[in-house]
């Protein structure tokens, strides 16, 4: 089941993400660290009523921000459709021992057909430069890769822009 966060849950969203933050570091992926994603970051999301959960049996093994708001970093990025007509993907994370079955596609149909559903024409995130899985991902659902911009409170590598023209 897909539904929104509540604020009671931010201890366990930042549990499930510093999991995920481990394991890209056992694979050599810095790209998130204990600074990013953060429970305030997750608090700001919720408030926007923007954090969605995924639960199976009554736990959450999944989370993904949709945000109809383009952070300043993508205001330089030239992207395929006009801007104010688009959500943007953030924070997308599934609980280690869930991942490669299918959750994350579960997630991201979600959004995408959110997206739709409110008569939006794309669908944009980013994802670390150094994370060749989550690029196959996206560019396996049709995203098109575009420019790079960095987030130098994360890493000194940069970030690939993508967006999905619905």
């Given at each position: 089941?897909?539904?929104?966060?509540?604020?009671?849950?931010?201890?366990?969203?930042?549990?499930?993400?510093?999991?995920?933050?481990?394991?890209?570091?056992?694979?050599?992926?810095?790209?998130?660290?204990?600074?990013?994603?953060?429970?305030?970051?997750?608090?700001?999301?919720?408030?926007?009523?923007?954090?969605?959960?995924?639960?199976?049996?009554?736990?959450?093994?999944?989370?993904?921000?949709?945000?109809?708001?383009m952070d300043?970093?993508?205001?330089?990025?030239?992207?395929?459709?006009?801007?104010?007509?688009?959500?943007?993907?953030?924070?997308?994370?599934?609980?280690?021992?869930?991942?490669?079955?299918?959750?994350?596609?579960?997630?991201?149909?979600?959004?995408?057909?959110?997206?739709?559903?409110k008569g939006?024409?794309?669908?944009?995130?980013?994802?670390?430069?150094?994370?060749?899985?989550?690029?196959?991902?996206?560019?396996?659902?049709?995203?098109?890769?575009?420019?790079?911009?960095?987030?130098?409170?994360?890493?000194?590598?940069?970030?690939?822009?993508?967006?999905?023209?619905?």
């Amino acid at each position: 089941m897909i539904r929104h966060a509540k604020i009671s849950e931010i201890a366990a969203i930042s549990s499930l993400t510093q999991a995920c933050t481990k394991m890209m570091e056992q694979n050599g992926i810095y790209q998130w660290n204990y600074h990013y994603p953060s429970a305030v970051v997750f608090e700001k999301d919720i408030r926007r009523n923007e954090l969605y959960l995924l639960e199976k049996q009554n736990t959450i093994i999944g989370c993904i921000a949709i945000s109809s708001l383009m952070d300043l970093e993508y205001e330089t990025v030239t992207w395929v459709t006009p801007n104010n007509h688009s959500y943007y993907i953030h924070r997308l994370a599934i609980a280690p021992n869930y991942q490669r079955q299918g959750y994350a596609h579960q997630l991201m149909d979600f959004a995408e057909d959110l997206a739709r559903n409110k008569g939006l024409i794309s669908v944009r995130l980013d994802t670390f430069s150094q994370n060749s899985g989550n690029q196959k991902f996206y560019e396996s659902r049709g995203y098109q890769k575009l420019e790079t911009i960095y987030f130098p409170h994360q890493s000194k590598h940069p970030f690939y822009c993508y967006e999905l023209v619905l």
